[in-house]
C-alpha cells in the first residue's frame, strides 16, 4: 500500500532486492504509472476481493503512507503479518505527524517501521532511523530529507524479519 514518493520509495526498494510484489494498492497515479512498468497488479483499496486474495497468498504487507485503516481480519492474512513506514514514529503517531513535529519545532526526525496492529501506530518497533532535519521550514523540505532514509529504513526491516524467519526455521 503505497502513497505517491513515499511508495515508489518503497516499491523500488523492495524490487532492488528482487523480491517479488504480488500486488501493490496505489494512491496516486504516479506509483501506479511505476508499478505498471513492472506489471504489477495495482488496485485501488485495500478492500478489493482481488487483493484480499493476494495478501492470503503473501509474506509480508507493507504500508507507505497508506490511506486506509487495515481491518484485523487483514492483518492476519500474510504469512508474516504486516508493517508500517511512518515518519517521526518516535513522538508522533497516527496522522500528520511532519506537520506536528514541525509546528513544535522538533528537528529530531526518524523514519520508522513497526508491525501494524488493530491500534494505530502501535506495533512492535522493527527499526528506526534518525535525521537531523535542522532548518526545514516546510512539510516538504522535511520528508525530502526522510526519503532516503524510508529506503533504509525498509531494507533493513525487511532484513530483519527475514533473519528472524530464517531463525525461526532452523528451531
Known sequence: MGGSQAGI??????????????????????????????????????????????????????????????????????KFGAINVHPYLYKYKGKDPVERALKDRNFKASVGVHFMEEEIDQGKVIIEEFVDVSGAKSIDEVYNKLYPYYCIAILKAFDIILDKKLLNEKS
Open 9 to 78: 520509495i518503497g516499491a523500488l526498494s523492495i524490487l532492488s532486492r528482487n523480491i517479488k510484489i504480488l500486488s501493490a494498492v496505489s494512491y496516486s497515479d504516479d506509483l501506479t504509472r511505476i508499478l505498471g512498468l513492472f506489471s504489477i497488479p495495482i488496485c485501488r483499496s485495500i478492500n478489493k476481493n482481488s487483493f484480499i486474495q493476494r495478501l492470503g497468498e503473501s509474506d509480508l504487507l507493507l504500508s507507505i503512507h497508506g490511506r486506509e485503516i487495515v481491518k484485523p481480519n487483514l492483518l492476519k492474512l500474510p
